[in-house]
Nanobody
Framework: QVQLVESGGGLVQAGGSLRLSCAAS????????MGWFRQAPGKEREFVAT????????YYADSVKGRFTISRDNAKNTVYLQMNSLKPEDTAVYYC????????????????WGQGTQVTVSS
């Protein structure tokens, strides 16, 4: 069992930055691929980024490529999402997930999900 708790969301102006964190409980964190998804009001949940268990592989949605960076610290059981050059269209609830592979996290078929953290980007 893995429990995920996101933090770091908030209100930021367009062009600004935020770093989201996702703290995981459980000794098996380092064996999971981790992912970030987001869901804006009235829209479906969409994939943002994922990272392999070792941190050696990362994948991003085209909409965030070059602006967002996913990373992880297995010693701290934490995955991060550094978000730069934020745009109003990045406004959403951001969710952290843990899955068997980066393929499963990209598809949204993760085993575990956090409760989400709100990110609001003002224009």
């Amino acid at each position: 069992q893995v429990q995920l708790v996101e933090s770091g969301g908030g209100l930021v102006q367009a062009g600004g930055s935020l770093r989201l964190s996702c703290a995981a409980s459980g000794r098996t964190f380092s064996t999971y691929a981790m992912g970030w998804f987001r869901q804006a009001p009235g829209k479906e949940r969409e994939f943002v980024a994922t990272i392999s268990w070792s941190g050696g592989s990362t994948y991003y949605a085209d909409s965030v490529k070059g602006r967002f960076t996913i990373s992880r610290d297995n010693a701290k059981n934490t995955v991060y999402l550094q978000m730069n050059s934020l745009k109003p269209e990045d406004t959403a609830v951001y969710y952290c997930s843990a899955g068997q592979t980066t393929t499963s996290t990209r598809k949204g078929t993760s085993d575990y999900w956090g409760q989400g953290t709100q990110v609001t980007v003002s224009s």
